[in-house]
């Protein structure tokens, strides 16, 4: 569908006439083409052994490969008495009739009064264009009278056609058209030079990054007080730029058929200062199938001439990122989820990098490719590559693929060197990989929210709401550790070397659910009538929690130590760990001497109220039960720091 189309929609018709003229002149060969061929296959028909001719060029010339009823207008063509008849009649008819009526716009649909006889017989002919469908075929008079060129025998669609490229020649030579910086420009301004030079210099800025992909062609005209310029960026039908600059005031108007893509570039713009209107969806007859595309405008307003000529430099250095945005889109979708997707596409822009290099190298292929050269066992075809090293270790290699992809290409190096790139960089990122410690670390986030929450609930018991708010928030911090677990069993289900996280996990599990529980039983305590626990129960719980508390910030601690852990076990980062990881150790011992000291002082102050004396000893095993498991899970994550450094435990 041509470009024509969506300009006009936009309601910018100065812009089209370059357009309308260049389609009215190949429209001009094809009609010539067809009444040759039908001139031809009236003297086969007249003649059928004769020979039949041979047209594939002809045909191909005015780009008719796809028209397979060209190729057999002449060959099929016979006379039944008086009647011509043609196979697929109605598609030359058709024919016929659209390419008139795009011969005769520049020239028709201007609105000057010179123009209303042509327009007249435009009108007449394709009125018996569309009365000739109705018929079996052609009569010879009917013939006649489409393919004469005598005009002492009346007018013909011959006749018109030669009359419409004698004032389309005219035309043509009137516009001028000029080339400046590589915008075809005419009837402009020595004032918009300036402007235009400005937009093209953005636009020359970011334009490598698209490639040998089509697109980025640029027309600006002016229309009394408005200088226009038009880019109509890629190959679809409705992907259209038009601006208008009057004044100091730049206003764009933007098309676009997918919503994501249009919410990427009004982001650009939005970034840069310009301030947007939406339309809803359109539905244009004969644009983008029928099927509704986005429309919206967006206005800048500049205090000088220098920031109106940076307004357009920069809006025309944005307009490459939107070339195949959605496709890129996609494939970067078989690795990361969609936000993340997008976000990986403004980050290439935002650096100038761009998608198409990325893409031109393979895409997805590039990526599958790397992963099973780099690791047949860590990856499995199919494998989203943030389920195998985490969101952030697969967006970062991602973002550094585009970055590669673009630099490497731009300097004309070979697409083999991109795919090597792509395994090395793969390569590097499973041998620094610390992604199997985001689960270990996030989930010791909600444990130490957990504990940070006992401690503070036992120290300053609050009313009824706030116990319950309390209660409530535990629970969802436990429930958002144990949906981290089912995470790590899912990925040892499928990748064994998830095993010792699963594991590991799966014991710190056990401490987030005893301190849920804790608290729990802190707020059974609290329940009218009961008056709450006496000040000196009360003091020997805080101190088993804030124990168990310091634990478990030195489990963060440790967790965080081990991922820069090297692959070395002498560095001073193995040593750190081991002090951490030893403190939070001790810390079991200390709790069991507590939990005693707890219990004693429990009998003491409560040997009269069994039920807060149940309540009290159960809290205080729990926490104490907490600090057994916090154990083990310092074995655990010991064990897998020793198996990352290559010793044994």
């Not at 969101?391 to 630099?407: G, H, K, P, T, W």
């Not at 594991?503 to 529980?517: F, G, I, P």
Request: with cysteine; net charge negative; aromatic share 6%.
């Amino acid at each position: 569908m041509l470009k024509e189309k969506a300009v006009a929609t936009l309601g910018q018709p100065s812009l089209l006439m370059p357009a309308w003229i260049k389609a009215a002149l190949a429209a001009n060969d094809r009609l010539k083409l067809y009444l040759t061929l039908l001139q031809s296959a009236a003297q086969h028909a007249s003649a059928p052994d004769g020979p039949v001719g041979r047209w594939e060029k002809d045909i191909a010339q005015g780009g008719l490969q796809d028209a397979p009823w060209a190729q057999e207008l002449v060959s099929g063509a016979y006379y039944d008495d008086d009647l011509l008849i043609l196979p697929r009649m109605e598609s030359l008819l058709d024919a016929l009739a659209n390419d008139l009526t795009a011969m005769a716009r520049p020239v028709c649909d201007t609105g000057q009064a010179s123009a209303a006889p042509l327009a007249r017989r435009r009108d007449h002919w394709l009125h018996q264009l569309h009365a000739l469908a109705d018929d079996e075929g052609l009569r010879r008079t009917a013939l006649n009278e489409l393919t004469h060129g005598d005009h002492q025998r009346g007018d013909s669609l011959h006749l018109l056609v030669m009359d419409l490229h004698k004032q389309i020649n005219a035309l043509s030579s009137e516009l001028a058209t000029e080339d400046i910086d590589g915008a075809h420009a005419w009837q402009v301004h020595d004032d918009d030079r300036p402007l235009i030079q400005a937009f093209m210099r953005g636009l020359h800025r970011t334009a490598p990054l698209k490639f040998s992909h089509p697109g980025l062609d640029t027309a600006v005209t002016r229309d009394g007080q408005r200088l226009l310029i038009q880019n109509d960026i890629g190959t679809n039908d409705v992907h259209v730029l038009v601006i208008e600059v009057q004044d100091s005031t730049i206003a764009l108007t933007y098309s676009d058929l997918h919503p994501g893509r249009f919410g990427f570039f009004r982001q650009m713009l939005e970034d840069m200062g310009f301030a947007w209107k939406v339309f809803d969806p359109r539905v244009s007859e004969g644009l983008n199938a029928g099927k509704p595309y986005v429309v919206g405008q967006a206005c800048l307003e500049a205090q000088s001439n220098a920031q109106l000529q940076t307004g357009l430099e920069n809006v025309a250095s944005r307009i490459v990122f939107v070339i195949d945005w959605n496709r890129a889109r996609k494939r970067l979708q078989h690795f990361v989820g969609k936000a993340r997707a997008i976000e990986l596409l403004t980050q290439a822009a935002h650096n100038n990098w761009g998608h198409m290099a990325w893409l031109m190298a393979g895409a997805e292929r590039l990526v599958y490719n790397a992963m099973q050269a780099v690791d047949s066992e860590a990856f499995h075809v199919g494998d989203r590559l943030d389920d195998v090293l985490g969101e952030a270790a697969a967006s970062n290699y991602l973002l550094e693929l585009l970055r590669i992809s673009s630099v490497l290409l731009r300097q004309q190096q070979p697409l083999s060197l991109v795919a090597d790139e792509a395994r090395l960089l793969l390569a590097r990122v499973l041998r620094q990989r610390t992604f199997e410690f985001d689960l270990l670390a996030e989930h010791a986030a909600f444990t130490h929210a957990l504990a940070e929450g006992l401690c503070d609930a036992l120290e300053n018991p609050g009313d009824a709401a706030q116990t319950q708010a309390q209660v409530l928030r535990a629970k969802n911090w436990e429930r958002q550790a144990d949906h981290l677990l089912m995470d790590a069993r899912q990925r040892a289900e499928r990748r064994p070397r998830w095993q010792p996280v699963m594991d590991c996990l799966a014991k710190a599990d056990d401490v987030a659910d005893a301190l849920e529980e804790a608290t729990f039983m802190h707020s059974l305590t609290l329940i009218h009538p009961a008056p709450g626990l006496p000040a000196e129960v009360r003091a020997a719980l805080c101190q088993l929690a804030a124990t168990t508390l310091a634990a478990i910030q030195d489990q963060v601690k440790a967790i965080e130590i081990a991922r820069q852990v090297s692959q070395r076990a002498d560095g001073p980062d193995s040593e750190l760990f081991l002090q951490t990881l030893w403190r939070m150790l001790r810390a079991e011992r200390q709790c069991d001497e507590l939990f005693r000291q707890a219990r004693a002082t429990m009998v003491k102050n409560l040997r009269n109220a069994p039920v807060d004396l149940m309540l009290a000893n159960d809290l205080a095993a729990t926490l104490e039960k907490a600090t057994d498991n916090l154990l083990r899970v310092g074995y655990a994550l010991r064990q897998m720091v020793l198996n990352k450094t290559g010793m044994s435990a």
